[in-house]
């Protein structure tokens, strides 16, 4: 097991009322497991993937990461479990503009402080694992959305990350396109047996996890593979 | 890549907002500079004229009174020329120059004048234990004067006379003030006698508006053989700096010369030290008015940048970036347009001053080498300052907040 939520809490206050974006959730997280998240807009998915890795913190509930509790660590230790285990993909793909396709791809060895010719060597692999050689030096404003998503998905995977969390990855995709990442997904997570949690309201994306929780007002109302 | 590369990445992709922000830090620079050469050069300019007022300290006998100094009595009491050398041999800071002078009303046909015996400055310098002394073998210095040689430039004869610093007198030449010159009808290469001696008119000094206007200036040695009064002096009058006169020259000077009443000439003290202090507090207003104006534009301009970039910050902490990563993005971003600004301020600011200074303030400006590392260090610290609240308001940003925009 990679990771497992116990009795996860999130309480936000707005005007006097208690509002519960995740109310008591347990779950468990098998190592190259593909997990994706469903349930109607505000039923706490995105709530739950911020979260796992101390983006928002707990109002009460514990998470284990690779055996060890991280939901009482300090920030800086977040930060590092982050920077060194995690890889995000977002539906607006959250590339810097003003860096060219191998200079957003290597921002997280950038930020582990790896030497700039191994970075711009594992960049150049990643690019070429993801179909983007001949794009190196383009500006995202310059590559289609399925190109921008895939720049995305080599920056999430660089690192080496032990957990992809995406949420809503193919959220501004036209079906074809959102078709080629989710089998990209696909082929990352058997290939090299990255866990992957993906937050989508698309039925054929949900389609692809190997381990499926639907939210409901803060609660896991199924789960199942 | 690294967070040095990125930074300038972010600037050079970001031309507009780079010249901006650039363009704030170089103004506030370049007004600085120029305002601070011209003003250096301004400042000689009115210490020069300070020095016009004369000496600032008197060296008396003791028992002698102002009185004394000024009428020149026939029994006034003198002290030794020996104390000349005292002063001029010690370690005591802030005497710029000095004139020992014997002085005594005397007869000319039918008139009273008063006869000066002065020191001039080749015969001091010709001494080699004053000369090691390193005061007056020199160029004359300005009192209170910023470091760079005022004196050099101007180098006017009238005005060195107006001062008093006569760099030759020759035994039998002497000097007329512009009163008694019209008094006897005196004009220069003409000759008179002073009890029994010639002397040759070798100028008839410009109206000063003092005592010095009814004056004959002879030299010290003839003068004291005239009067048979051998190696004395009725005063010495030294051009103190101002500064150091606050600082206790006087208590320094008294140490050395205990038997002699020394005051200070109150007025021109005064003029001098007032005259520096506004000087000093207008330039100081500027600086600060410039710190505050320049840190609140770079400020500004950071703090827009900021905003612009929340989703940027939000990417990097989400991605693992710590606080202090931003903050090291933010300061470094500030630190290149510091060095920069300082550099383009300090070029846009000399050459300001060079240009303007000529037509605005009748002065000539030199570059000052030295406002490039100033320029430098005032850019980069206002450059700082300014980020510093931004940049803490960057790193504090929650990243959640950036992906819930998503």
Redesign the interface.
Known sequence: MILQGENILKQYHHKGETINALDHVSFKVNKGDFVTVTGPSGSGK?TLL?ALFG??RLTSGNIIFDGKRIDNIG??QL??????S?G?I???F?L?P??TTI?NV???????KIP?KE?AKRAREILDYVGLSDRMEHLPRELSAGQQQRIAIA?SIIHRPQIIMA?EPTGNLDPTLSLEILEFLKKINRENKITIIMVTHSPVAAGYGTMKLHLNEGKIVTSGN | ???LK?VF??LW??KSQLITGLLAITLGIAVIVAIQSVSVVSEQNVARNLDNLGANILVLPQGASIDDYYTSDIDAPTLPMDYVERILTSTIAGVDNMSPKLTRRVKVGDQSVVLTGILPKSEIASKPLWQSSGLLGAELKTACAPSQSANKSHGLEDEKLKRKAIDTLNSKDCLAGSQVAKRLKLSANGRINIMGKEFNIVKILPETGTVDDDRIFANLRDVQQLLGIENQVSAIEIMGCCNAISEGLLGKLRNILPDTRITTIGQIVSTQIETNQLMKKITLIMLIIIFFVGGISIGNYIWANVNERK??IG?????????S?IYKMFLLKALILGVAGGILGYLLGTLAGVILGPYLAGIVVKPVYIYLLWSVLLSVTISLAGSLFPTYLAAKF???TN??E?
């Open positions: 995105s911020l983006l928002i920030d800086r930060t590092d479990i982050r920077k060194k995690i995000y977002l539906q607006s959250a810097i003003y860096l200079q290597m921002i997280p060895l950038a930020l582990e700039g970075q920056r949420d | 890549m690294t967070i990125l990445i972010e992709k970001r989703r940027e990417i990097l902490r989400m991605m693992g970036a710590e606080r990563t929650d990243p959640h992906l819930q998503d």
